[in-house]
């Protein structure tokens, strides 16, 4: 088991930038994968992207693709979520996930993962 501690949210205009951060901690660390998963009000929770801790494989849902990066430090403690061009319609609790020993996919849901932080609101304003 890991824990998982979010950061970073708040409230920002449309088009605007914010940076998300993951704070990883336990054991064999390089064996998980962690993901950045978002929930608005009254839909379920998408993955937004993963990355591996160990080798460092990236997966992006295409709403995101080309404004969301998602990295990792060096000591796998740390994974970043920096959001550029945000829109509205993204103002959810974003979440932040870890499963150990997961498969690279096409795409990843809830179930994938075992493992959650609380979360942190990020509110975009028209």
């Known amino acids: 088991q890991v824990q998982l501690v979010e950061s970073g949210g708040g409230l920002v205009q449309a088009g605007g930038s914010l940076r998300l951060s993951c704070a990883v901690s336990?054991?064999?660390?390089?064996?998980?994968?962690v993901g950045w998963f978002r929930q608005a009000p009254g839909k379920e929770r998408e993955c937004v992207a993963t990355?591996?801790?160990?080798?460092?494989?990236?997966y992006y849902t295409d709403a995101v693709k080309g404004r969301f990066t998602i990295s990792r430090n060096s000591a796998k403690t740390m994974v970043l979520l920096q959001m550029n061009v945000l829109q509205y319609e993204v103002t959810a609790i974003y979440y932040c996930?870890?499963?150990?020993?997961?498969?690279?996919?096409?795409?990843?849901?809830?179930?994938?993962?075992?493992?959650w932080g609380q979360g942190t609101q990020v509110t975009v304003s028209a």
């Open positions: 990355i591996g801790l160990s080798g460092g494989h990236t």
């Open positions: 996930a870890a499963e150990r020993l997961l498969s690279t996919r096409d795409a990843y849901s809830e179930a994938d993962f075992t493992s």
């Open positions: 336990g054991r064999t660390l390089y064996l998980y994968t």
